[in-house]
């Protein structure tokens, strides 16, 4: 079986400060790791994954997130933050190539304060 | 064209009614889902087509009819649904069969309200 664990259901923090939303996961598969961000009322938009090679990713909006195969991890970072990130953050792996292995993390709501 | 457009936004229904969820793409993405999101849950997976068949279905209740009638296009018939299929539904788009390389595309969702 495979999971996703969200660590944190909710992150403030003030703007311009740096943000880390962490996403541990465990799979018995080689596995794809995304980062979706949902603003209110709003589908999912993809920011950033990993599929192979270099284990730090950059994706859009500054985000940036690194693979970390021995913590099982694939942490969210941005360096400084702005009002407009507040938003619900999903961390979600495929394993391998099967329908049957796309799971969801529960959600973080990184919350930007003035 | 990089989008998934998902009609209607929002959707007022009776128990005892039947309408449909719309979704479309045109990236010739050859697998479309459809997902279910309750408030401040993630997304729950509930119908997968491939290539225009249907190739999983989440042991989802009746009353949600999915249909692929061609490849850009992915319809959900509702019909007698309950309040607790109040929801935000989610369609999504991918490049090939099973293929994660590029991720999903999402549309923007339907709200479904059920009274």
């Known amino acids: 079986a495979q999971s996703v664990t969200q660590l944190d259901s909710q992150v403030p923090v003030f703007e311009e400060a740096p943000v880390e939303l962490r996403c541990n996961y465990s799979?018995?598969?080689?596995?794809?790791l995304f980062w979706y961000v949902q603003y209110p009322n709003q589908g999912l938009q993809l920011l950033l994954k990993?599929?192979?090679?270099?284990?730090l990713v950059k994706g859009i909006n500054g985000f940036e997130a690194e693979f970390n195969k021995s913590q099982t991890s694939f942490h969210l970072r941005k360096p400084s933050v702005h009002i407009s990130d507040t938003a619900e953050y999903f961390c979600?792996?495929?394993?391998?190539?099967?329908?049957?292995?796309?799971?969801f993390g529960q959600g973080t709501i990184l919350t930007v304060h003035p | 064209d990089t989008e998934v457009t998902q009609t209607p936004k929002h959707l007022v229904m009776g128990m005892t009614n039947k309408k449909s969820l719309k979704c479309e793409q045109h990236?010739?993405?050859?697998?479309m889902y459809w997902y279910k999101q309750k408030a401040k849950k993630p997304p729950e997976l509930m119908f997968v087509?491939?290539?225009?068949?249907?190739?999983i279905n989440e042991s989802v209740p009746s009353r949600f009819s999915p249909e692929c009638p061609n490849s850009s296009l992915l319809n959900l018939h509702l019909h007698a649904l309950q309040p607790e299929d109040s929801a935000l539904y989610l369609c999504?788009?991918?490049?090939?069969?099973?293929?994660?390389?590029?991720?999903?595309?999402f549309g923007s969702g339907t709200r479904l309200t059920v009274v």
């Open positions: 799979s018995s598969v080689s596995v794809y």
């Open positions: 087509y491939s290539y225009e068949k249907l190739s």
């Open positions: 990236m010739g993405h050859r697998a």
């Open positions: 990993y599929l192979s090679g270099s284990t």
């Open positions: 979600f792996l495929a394993g391998g190539t099967s329908y049957g292995k796309l799971t």
């Open positions: 999504a788009s991918s490049q090939e069969d099973g293929s994660m390389v590029y991720g999903y595309t």
